[in-house]
């Protein structure tokens, strides 16, 4: 489980988070969303101990972070957009990423034929279309095996084929007891995978539980429309 506290980050004058308070559960996926700039990106980076919170803490399975980073190995990220070296083929970006993980074997052959990119190998980076850039990063996400899984917009670039095969992986991790965090700007996707919603405006958290419950309270059967809402109410009350 990962425990979110009181977290706050400012950058010069600008708070992007404002005391975030959350818990990502084992077994689930929780989906962070909410409109551009109210700090989805900001959060991640925090857990991925790429940015330091100026305040709160985040634990991961009872321990604190604190800045170590013994804790990212046990996590696979798949970033929106993912810079590799544009002069290195797919396999030796891989083979380099192994090397530095201490890994001989190949845990990436059954995830090159899933996601169609085992004839690929020998192209540069710079060759590849985005949707291959994306698929090499789900490959990458996944082939250690970690037990924590951060999706940030992942099945943009994706053909629907390859799109719908990522969330039947995605099913099958969260059933493997896999923690899983998911952002996305396709509701229709956070609608299908996701079991929790932390939905953030203006850095604060605006609703956190399931997304039955969300549902439910906003009396609305699509995502969609329970987030128009919550955006409306929003808009009523400044």
Same mark, same amino acid.
Do not use: C
């Given at each position: $489980? ?7 980050? %400012? ?23 909410? &409109? ?7 959060? #991640? ?6 940015? %330091? ?22 996590? @696979?990220? $798949? &970033? ?15 083979? $380099?990423? %192994? ?24 192209? &540069? ?10 698929? #090499? ?8 095996? &970690? @037990? ?29 007891? %896999? ?20 939905? #953030? ?38």
């Amino acid at each position: $489980m990962i425990k979110i506290s009181n977290i706050i980050k %400012k950058y010069n004058k600008l708070e992007v988070l404002k005391g975030v308070d959350a818990e990502i559960s084992k077994g689930k996926v929780t989906a962070i969303v909410g &409109p551009n700039g109210s700090g989805k990106t900001t959060l #991640l980076k925090i857990i991925l101990g790429l940015v %330091k919170a100026d305040f709160g803490t985040i634990e991961i399975d009872g321990t604190k972070i604190n800045g170590d980073y013994e804790y990212r190995k046990d996590i @696979g990220y $798949m &970033p929106q957009i993912a810079r590799y070296p544009e002069n290195l083929t797919v396999y030796e970006v891989l083979s $380099m990423i %192994k090397d530095l993980r201490n890994r001989k074997d190949k845990p990436e052959n059954k995830l090159l034929k899933d996601f169609e990119l085992s004839g690929e190998l020998t192209k &540069p980076i710079r060759t590849l279309s985005g949707g291959n850039r994306q698929k #090499l990063s789900a490959v990458i996400s996944l082939m250690f095996d &970690p @037990g924590i899984l951060i999706f940030d917009e992942p099945t943009a670039g994706l053909d629907p084929v390859i799109s719908s095969h990522f969330k039947e992986i995605v099913i099958a991790e969260k059933n493997n007891g %896999k923690t899983i965090i998911l952002t996305s700007h396709i509701m229709s996707e956070v609608e299908e995978l996701a079991d929790e919603i932390i939905f #953030l405006l203006d850095g604060k958290v605006y609703y956190k539980g399931s997304l039955n419950n969300l549902l439910l309270e906003r009396g609305e059967a699509r995502l969609e429309k329970a987030v128009a809402k919550i955006l409306q109410e929003r808009t009523f009350w400044n």
